[in-house]
C-alpha cells in the first residue's frame, strides 16, 4: 500500500508525527524488514504505517504488544484501523497483564534452544512507559532476539514525567524522584546504555522528531549522527494545522 494511501487513512490520528511515519515506512521498504516488534501500540497508527509498508513489498509480520487494561482506552483502535485499511492480516495484536518486559520474556523462552537465544526480528519499535528501568530492560532484553543489522527505535527521546497526569502506563508520577521526574529517561536509555553497547555502531538523533534509532551492527568505529528533517515548509504547515484547529480558520498554502 502507498504511503499516500494509509496516510489519508489514518490522518490525524496520533500518536506519530508524519515526518516519523514516513521515516519508519521507507525504512522497511528501502531495508526489506519483514518481521517487526513493536512494543507500546496506542491507537496503532504507526502499527498501520508498518503494516502498510510490508504490504507494499509483499508481506511480513507485526506483532505489536500493549497491556491488557488499554484494550479498550483508545478511539480508534489499533484493531479498528487496521481492519479499516485492510491490513489485518499483517499484525499480531498482543495484550499483556504487566506489559512487554514479560513478553519479551516469553519469547526469549521461546527461541532458546539448548541455552542460546536465536534471534527473529529486523526492527523494533519501542514506545511505552518511557522508563529507564522498563525500558533499559526491555532493550537488554530485545537485543537478545534482533538479528544482526536489525534495527531499534525508541520514540520520545527527551520526554519526562510532570504534572500534566497522574501516571503512565503503570508509572504513578508522585512516586518518583524529582530527578527522575525531570531527567528524560530515554534519552538516558540511548545515551548510557545503547550507545555503549558492543552489539550497536549506527546511532542516528532526530532532533526535531524526537526518535533515538540503533542499527545492530558491532564495529570498533561508532558513528552519531544528529539529523534535523523538518524543512521551513514543514514547520509553517505544522504551525498552521496547529491554529486551524485552535481556531477552526482556514489557510491557504
Known amino acids: ?92 495484536i498482543v495484550r499483556m497483564q504487566t506489559g512487554y518486559t514479560w513478553f519479551l520474556h516469553d519469547e526469549i523462552k521461546r527461541l532458546t534452544i539448548n541455552d542460546v537465544c536465536g534471534s527473529e526480528y529486523d526492527l523494533c519499535l519501542i514506545d511505552g512507559p518511557k522508563n529507564w528501568t522498563i525500558d533499559g530492560c526491555a532493550f537488554f532484553l530485545v537485543d537478545k532476539i534482533l538479528k544482526v543489522n536489525g534495527w531499534i527505535i525508541f520514540d520520545d527521546y527527551l520526554w519526562t514525567y510532570g504534572p500534566h497526569r497522574e501516571a503512565t502506563d503503570g508509572i504513578t508520577h508522585r512516586n518518583l524522584s524529582e530527578e527522575e521526574r525531570v531527567t528524560p529517561q530515554i534519552r538516558e536509555v540511548f545515551e548510557l546504555l545503547v550507545k555503549q553497547h558492543p552489539h550497536y555502531s549506527e546511532f542516528v538523533l532526530s532532533r526535531d522528531t524526537n526518535w533515538a534509532i540503533a542499527r545492530k551492527r558491532a564495529s570498533d568505529k561508532k558513528t552519531y549522527t544528529i539529523e534535523y528533517r523538518q524543512t521551513n515548509k514543514d514547520v509553517l504547515v505544522a504551525a498552521k494545522d496547529r491554529v486551524k484547529r485552535l481556531l477552526g480558520m482556514k489557510f491557504k498554502y
Request: charged share 20%; glycine share 8%; proline share 2%.
Open 1 to 92: 500500500m502507498l504511503f499516500e494511501t494509509i496516510h489519508q487513512k489514518v490522518k490525524g490520528v496520533a500518536y506519530i508525527s508524519d515526518l516519523n511515519a514516513r521515516y519508519l515506512y521507507e525504512l522497511i521498504i528501502r531495508e526489506k524488514l519483514t518481521n517487526i516488534l513493536e512494543l507500546g501500540v496506542a491507537h496503532g497508527t504507526a502499527t498501520c504505517y508498518m503494516a502498510a509498508a510490508l504490504d507494499e513489498i509483499g508481506g511480513g509480520q507485526i506483532t505489536s504488544v500493549d497491556l491488557l487494561e488499554r484494550e479498550t482506552l483508545f478511539d480508534p483502535s489499533p484493531e479498528g484501523q487496521l481492519a479499516d485499511a485492510g491490513l489485518s492480516h499483517l499484525v499480531r
